[in-house]
């Protein structure tokens, strides 16, 4: 029995010119005392290629946009210190979505109606290509209400000042309209309807109804609640950071938010405060009646018809129509999973995923996520390893890059599922995936070893492990962080899905993005991401290895393995 194999048995998955006129956060933990934080950050951890500011907390992607030429993230941000608190919308600009170069903050209180704060919200291109920004300002009661801003200089493409209306705020919660006023927040992108009027949503929650609510508006400044919330689910809680689109049924083009035609479906996305993951529905939206009709509902957040953009560390995303290359793309926010005392320490809290192109799947059961192609010009020493048939128990180092800095695709091929074990009922992937390995297993697990110290004391699995299941193959997909770091202060949950691939009629690919203390993951070419947050204490930067194993008792063959170590992108560049 080889060192792996003895390992595995431990517990492993252990922006407008109108009439004249300008967590959302999944934490609100205030730390009044932990607000300031010296200049020396811990560069231990920080990423190369994912998005982070020099210091300090970020949380959610904000108003993101595509403005004469630039693309321009604006995200949640604390200029005081490593924990949340002191919110204002900070402002990157990109050319590329890769290489960015920060601006000063766009929207900060200054306000009655945002005193308290200038939470999530998103932007709208309106007639004449003229952005506007909805966000949620938290005013002198501590109530959560919309407010407007437009920039102040149309000719300039960086878009650095922003003006306020005199008129916010636009929407606010009253007896009225019988709106929590602590649960109103993250307005969305407005789409315009054939009758003329903008829509938009805004995230609610009546006792532990989850609402979905939607306002109209002919200018985009006086607006009115409409009688029903687009959609609502009871037992869901707050719905926070809402994002509604429509998406191709055929092809991976993306349309325009305001489009809806026979040519497309309808995407609701919204932020769970309760479950802090972010779940998506894909159906049908009747403009004339205004309400949204899911294929499958939130009956149970659990069951597989409900679906997440990422079933890891993952919250508070925002898509944008990228009108330039004909894409949707998609942004999300991933927190630390090492504790408050460690993120003060260190200086800093909080990253972005890589942009992902977002389409629906030919199937129209399923969204489809991927890394935007520009991530690939970062791609050098390319390591390209024949194909081989992995032996059960072998593991194959990958030499020749930046362990701890890469980009690795790997295809697997299975013939058939005559050793896959027998799962009779359906159980809850990700206590699949943590459950310990008391036996060899005969289909999986296979998969990559990251972030792996030398003699394994340290490691993170991303695999796939295959079931028989109405005799049928049933994928199962992890991501196992139980090994990841001797630092057990840190969040070692493993996660996992299944996911939807025919193993015995195309192959099954595994791209995981290594970058110092994050493994985002895409299994079946998309079909499935996870994203990990890890904090070796052994396997860090030339430390780290990287290695193919299958730990199953058949042999799975490896198709094709490509890996790249990955250049630093300009995350903080000057103009």
């Given at each position: 029995m080889n060192i792996f194999s003895t390992i595995w048995l431990l517990p492993l998955f252990t922006f407008i010119f109108v009439n004249d006129i300008l967590p959302i956060e999944a934490t609100h933990h205030v730390y009044r005392n932990?607000?300031?934080?010296?200049?020396?950050t811990d560069q231990l951890y920080r990423t190369a290629y994912h998005f982070q500011p020099p210091k300090n907390w970020i949380n959610d992607p904000n108003g993101p946009l595509i403005y004469k030429g630039l693309y321009h993230l604006f995200y949640q941000y604390n200029p005081k210190g490593a924990v949340w608190g002191n919110i204002v919308w900070a402002h990157s600009?990109?050319?590329?979505?890769?290489?960015w170069t920060p601006l000063d903050p766009a929207i900060f209180p200054s306000q009655p109606s945002d005193v308290n704060g200038c939470w999530s919200g998103s932007a709208t291109i309106l007639h004449g290509n003229k952005p506007a920004i909805l966000y949620t300002g938290i005013n002198k009661f501590n109530h959560q209400v919309q407010n407007i801003a437009y920039p102040k200089n149309l000719n300039d493409p960086f878009l650095r000042e922003w003006i306020k209306s005199p008129k916010n705020p636009l929407m606010e919660p009253t007896i009225e309209n019988k709106i929590n006023a602590s649960s109103f927040r993250d307005p969305t992108t407005g789409w315009l309807g054939k009758d003329g009027h903008w829509?938009?949503?805004?995230?609610?929650?009546?006792n532990t109804r989850g609402v979905a609510i939607l306002y109209k508006s002919k200018d985009f400044i006086n607006w009115n609640k409409s009688k029903h919330p687009l959609h609502s689910a009871k037992g869901t809680g707050m719905w926070e950071c809402p994002d509604f689109f429509p998406v191709l049924k055929i092809g991976k083009f993306g349309v325009d938010t305001s489009s809806n035609n026979d040519d497309v479906r309808h995407v609701l996305k919204v932020s769970l405060d309760d479950k802090k993951h972010d779940y998506y529905l894909i159906g049908s939206y009747n403009e004339g009646k205004d309400k949204f009709t899911p294929d499958h509902g939130?009956?149970?957040?659990?069951?597989?018809?409900?679906?997440?953009?990422d079933y890891g560390k993952y919250y508070a995303s925002k898509t944008f129509f990228d009108y330039g290359k004909n894409r949707r793309i998609l942004l999300g926010w991933v927190n630390e999973s090492s504790s408050v005392a460690d993120d003060i320490k260190k200086g800093w809290s909080g990253i972005h995923t890589i942009p992902r192109a977002i389409w629906l799947h030919k199937s129209g059961k399923q969204l489809v996520q991927w890394p935007v192609l520009e991530l690939e010009k970062l791609r050098l020493n390319h390591v390209n390893l024949p194909a081989k048939v992995l032996k059960g128990g072998e593991l194959l180092q990958i030499n020749g890059i930046t362990a701890a800095q890469a980009d690795v695709e790997i295809s697997f091929e299975v013939n058939n599922i005559r050793d896959a074990e027998v799962l009779d009922k359906w159980t809850?992937?990700?206590i699949l995936c943590s459950q310990s390995s008391s036996r060899k297993n005969g289909l999986g697990?296979?998969?990559l070893l990251v972030f792996a110290s030398k003699g394994l004391k340290e490691f993170t699995s991303v695999f796939f492990r295959i079931f028989k299941h109405q005799q049928k193959p049933l994928v199962l997909f992890c991501s196992d962080q139980s090994r990841s770091s001797l630092n057990k202060d840190n969040d070692l949950t493993t996660y996992g899905t299944f996911i939807d691939v025919d193993v015995l009629r195309e192959k099954l690919s595994l791209r995981s993005l290594i970058d110092h203390s994050v493994v985002e993951s895409f299994g079946g070419e998309g079909r499935a991401s996870?994203?990990?947050r890890v904090y070796p204490t052994l396997a860090i930067n030339d430390k780290a290895l990287l290695y193919?194993?299958?730990n199953g008792t058949a042999g799975v063959k490896i198709t094709s393995l490509n890996a790249w170590s990955m250049k630093k992108a300009q995350l903080n560049g000057k103009l």
């Amino acid at each position: 029995m080889n060192i792996f194999s003895t390992i595995w048995l431990l517990p492993l998955f252990t922006f407008i010119f109108v009439n004249d006129i300008l967590p959302i956060e999944a934490t609100h933990h205030v730390y009044r005392n932990l607000q300031s934080s010296d200049d020396s950050t811990d560069q231990l951890y920080r990423t190369a290629y994912h998005f982070q500011p020099p210091k300090n907390w970020i949380n959610d992607p904000n108003g993101p946009l595509i403005y004469k030429g630039l693309y321009h993230l604006f995200y949640q941000y604390n200029p005081k210190g490593a924990v949340w608190g002191n919110i204002v919308w900070a402002h990157s600009i990109s050319t590329d979505l890769v290489n960015w170069t920060p601006l000063d903050p766009a929207i900060f209180p200054s306000q009655p109606s945002d005193v308290n704060g200038c939470w999530s919200g998103s932007a709208t291109i309106l007639h004449g290509n003229k952005p506007a920004i909805l966000y949620t300002g938290i005013n002198k009661f501590n109530h959560q209400v919309q407010n407007i801003a437009y920039p102040k200089n149309l000719n300039d493409p960086f878009l650095r000042e922003w003006i306020k209306s005199p008129k916010n705020p636009l929407m606010e919660p009253t007896i009225e309209n019988k709106i929590n006023a602590s649960s109103f927040r993250d307005p969305t992108t407005g789409w315009l309807g054939k009758d003329g009027h903008w829509r938009i949503l805004v995230g609610s929650k009546r006792n532990t109804r989850g609402v979905a609510i939607l306002y109209k508006s002919k200018d985009f400044i006086n607006w009115n609640k409409s009688k029903h919330p687009l959609h609502s689910a009871k037992g869901t809680g707050m719905w926070e950071c809402p994002d509604f689109f429509p998406v191709l049924k055929i092809g991976k083009f993306g349309v325009d938010t305001s489009s809806n035609n026979d040519d497309v479906r309808h995407v609701l996305k919204v932020s769970l405060d309760d479950k802090k993951h972010d779940y998506y529905l894909i159906g049908s939206y009747n403009e004339g009646k205004d309400k949204f009709t899911p294929d499958h509902g939130f009956e149970e957040v659990s069951s597989e018809h409900v679906l997440r953009y990422d079933y890891g560390k993952y919250y508070a995303s925002k898509t944008f129509f990228d009108y330039g290359k004909n894409r949707r793309i998609l942004l999300g926010w991933v927190n630390e999973s090492s504790s408050v005392a460690d993120d003060i320490k260190k200086g800093w809290s909080g990253i972005h995923t890589i942009p992902r192109a977002i389409w629906l799947h030919k199937s129209g059961k399923q969204l489809v996520q991927w890394p935007v192609l520009e991530l690939e010009k970062l791609r050098l020493n390319h390591v390209n390893l024949p194909a081989k048939v992995l032996k059960g128990g072998e593991l194959l180092q990958i030499n020749g890059i930046t362990a701890a800095q890469a980009d690795v695709e790997i295809s697997f091929e299975v013939n058939n599922i005559r050793d896959a074990e027998v799962l009779d009922k359906w159980t809850d992937p990700q206590i699949l995936c943590s459950q310990s390995s008391s036996r060899k297993n005969g289909l999986g697990p296979f998969g990559l070893l990251v972030f792996a110290s030398k003699g394994l004391k340290e490691f993170t699995s991303v695999f796939f492990r295959i079931f028989k299941h109405q005799q049928k193959p049933l994928v199962l997909f992890c991501s196992d962080q139980s090994r990841s770091s001797l630092n057990k202060d840190n969040d070692l949950t493993t996660y996992g899905t299944f996911i939807d691939v025919d193993v015995l009629r195309e192959k099954l690919s595994l791209r995981s993005l290594i970058d110092h203390s994050v493994v985002e993951s895409f299994g079946g070419e998309g079909r499935a991401s996870i994203t990990a947050r890890v904090y070796p204490t052994l396997a860090i930067n030339d430390k780290a290895l990287l290695y193919a194993f299958n730990n199953g008792t058949a042999g799975v063959k490896i198709t094709s393995l490509n890996a790249w170590s990955m250049k630093k992108a300009q995350l903080n560049g000057k103009l």
